[in-house]
């Protein structure tokens, strides 16, 4: 299942979109379209938060307190990812100085950081683990691009220029290690 949602660019769109129909909306394709949950209307006047006809069951029954179709940030979210298209990362680009990095946090033990690269002030930061929020580049970083990772939720650490016997600590304590 995971396969498909990840190889079939629409798939995950189809499925945000069939939980809306699920949780009784109507006027999906328009709130979709604008981008704009506000827009969605509901089509089942006798299920007020949630009914056993769309998202309750035996089995969330500890948790049901907690659940409501209505909830703004999650038909925010719902609508997001229906109006959303599955892309592939590209991967790091080869370079002798990345390809040293790369074989060294894999003798490290840690993680393998995600292909795509984060863009901040013009600025290409090449190591980046999204899962863990934690970005990397080699050398220096000006405080005003230092402090734009930190903005969006993800910490930034400054390698040396060259890879040493043992990972920089602070990469360690952010992203833990594999083995």
């Not at 995971?2 to 709130?31: K, W, Y």
């Not at 790091?92 to 292909?115: Q, T």
């Not at 013009?122 to 980046?128: A, G, H, S």
């Not at 930034?156 to 594999?178: F, I, K, N, R, T």
Request: charged share 25%; glycine share 4%.
């Amino acid at each position: 299942m995971l396969g498909r949602l990840t190889n079939d660019p629409l798939a995950l769109a189809r499925v945000a979109r069939a939980v809306l129909e699920l949780m009784h909306f109507r006027d999906i394709d328009e709130a979709i379209a604008a981008n704009d949950p506000k827009l969605l209307k509901s089509d089942k006047a006798d299920c007020v938060k949630t009914c056993y006809r769309c998202l309750l069951s035996y089995y969330n029954q500890p948790d049901q307190e907690f659940i409501d179709r209505t909830d703004p940030a999650v038909l925010s979210v719902l609508v997001r990812l229906a109006w959303s298209e599955v892309t592939p990362a590209t991967p790091l680009a080869p370079d002798a100085e990345g390809d040293n990095w790369l074989s060294a946090f894999k003798k490290w033990g840690l993680p393998a950081p995600h292909g795509e690269g984060l863009t901040v002030e013009n600025r290409e930061i090449r190591f980046v683990w999204r899962d863990h929020r934690v970005a990397a580049d080699v050398g220096e970083i000006p405080d005003k691009i230092a402090a734009a990772p930190d903005a969006i939720g993800f910490a930034l650490v400054c390698l040396p220029a060259e890879p040493a016997d043992a990972p920089p600590a602070d990469l360690v304590e952010l992203l833990g290690s594999d083995s």
